[in-house]
């Protein structure tokens, strides 16, 4: 039996009938779908989901890119179980996701985009916007979406929609493939018609997987653990994706090693939690990096090992230190020439976690009492990071971040990706709850934290969202703000303006590049952007786009913004005003070193004792083999 649709009209009846399913739970995959319309895609998409509204619920955006964020934000918040399609026309509407595909990708979340192409048939070459390549005509601007998709297809037969359909379902829902999928549809076909089989429609539920350990893997796992006398776990974001922090917590209750986190690992244990030593790396707590320069055997688990987990290869500096990496993907899991124990991280703890209780193995009390008052120490420093004397004054930035600390349930999530917040918020944040820090440094990416809060809040409307957003990022993408007042979704925007670039104002003055084109100034006579400050007024511009803003000028305002903005039942902002970006920011400085190389030869002051120092750091640079 079958029934006649037309291309985009079947891909949308199918979209609405995949399901996932782990633990039992079963949910749609394919939530919904965002979409701007072209000339690409309004008479083929945009006409099938007007059709099948009913199966397939539309949201509409502002920006191509910011739609591929706000599918990002919502399967991330939905354990990459759900997730959003995106559609947009050919050209520049295809073009502007690549960078959200890339996203996506990095931070191995799923997302479906559906960019229009140009004409299978080639009726009348070129169309508009299409980019013509004399040497190959089967290429598009879509090719560019491929080396940041996990599966890519250019469908340009109706009949081949079915098995490319399936085959983007199977990597979406894979937990160790995932991330972008790119289904780019010709306009000419997407209208096309067809006599489909029903059975393509029917409901299908694709099993999200547990892979157990192997056994011989597991028993060489658990004789390293046994043998540790300074053991570090660093939990990555699998631990969260695996939704293993209860399974984290036991294994550290039961062994008392220590934890660090990651950016995407923070929250795997509460704040409070014992064995939690906070962030590690470029960004992480004294705490956990002197652990890690110590420890004899690091367990990475659900971790990447990027270059700020590792503070570029010189963190972990113990004589014969080794890794072992609980990763369910086998790439990540062979990394630092790890012992591999390929696995769910759910899995993989609670066989580890009853494997050592056997023996009842513990690490010593000496080394619990170390990190228990080198944790003590850290705490203090944050306290007086918070710590404001003065109400009736300007805030820093980390007085911004622990006004927001001390307001905030376990109910709360907060949202941020670029800028100096990052780096503030990996030493100094208090999480509460496993999904509370959300925090996308895979690709940290500028303008992410808006639509991304919408994501969120899509996938959890009961929870307080906070999208945390510099002035530098703010002006890369405020459009999702319209967004968010269509939709109607109360998400709150923490707009910190400090005028510039102050995270690589920093970094540019460490490697000799003396904060040059880093501020938001008046051009100088001389070339440099050292005039007076622009005379930007952020919170109108977010006011003219249609959400409620409260100013705060002082420590004072802030609490008190903060804690309106949060009773609030429509979008809001709160707009604070910190130091400028060519002043500190007063947190604790970075506790371990970043790879950022610096001039070989230069004839400024600045530029040559950089080199110097950098010179340093590299030389205590490891392989771990």
Known sequence: MTTRLTVAQALVRFLAAQYTERDGVRQRLIAATWGIFGHGNVAGLGQALLEHLDEMPYHQGRNEQSMVHAAVGYARQSNRLSTHAVTTSIGPGATNLVTGAALATVNHLPVLLLPGDVFAARPADPVLQQLEVPHAADISVNDCLRPVSRYFDR????????????????????????????????QDVQAEAYDWPEEFFADRTWTVRRPGADPAALTEAVRRIRAARRPLVVAGGGVHHSRAEEALAAFAAATRIPVASTQAGKGSLRHDHPQDVGGIGHTGTATANELARTADLVIGVGTRWTDFTTASGTLFAADGVRF???NITPFDSHKLAATALV???????????????????????????????????WEHRVDACFEADEIDVRPTQPQVIGALDALVDESDVIVNAAGSLPGDLHKLWRTRSRDQYHLEYGYSCMGYEIPAAIGVKMAAPERTVWALVGDGTYLMMPTEIVTAVQEGLAIKVLLVQNHGYASIGGLSETVGAERFGTAYRHQAPDGTYTGAPLPVDLAANAASLGMRV?????????????????????PTCVYVETETADTVSGAPPAQAWWDVPVAETATRPSAVKAREEYDRHVSTRRRHL
């Not at 066989?351 to 003590?376: C, I």
């Not at 705060?552 to 913004?561: I, Q, W």
């Open 155 to 186: 469908v340009t037969r109706p009949e081949a929609l079915i098995p490319s359909a399936l085959a983007a379902m199977r990597v979406l829902a894979d937990p160790v493939e995932t991330g972008a999928v790119t289904l780019a549809l010709p």
């Open 324 to 326: 072992l990496n609980l």
């Open 343 to 377: 696995a769910d991280a759910r899995g993989g703890l609670e066989a580890l976690t009853g494997a050592l209780l056997a023996d009842g193995h513990r690490v010593e009390d000496p080394y619990v009492a170390e990190y228990t008052e080198d944790k003590a120490r």
């Open 550 to 570: 409260l100013r705060a000028r002082t420590v004072e305002d802030l609490r008190g913004a903060l804690a309106e903005a949060r009773a609030a039942d429509t």
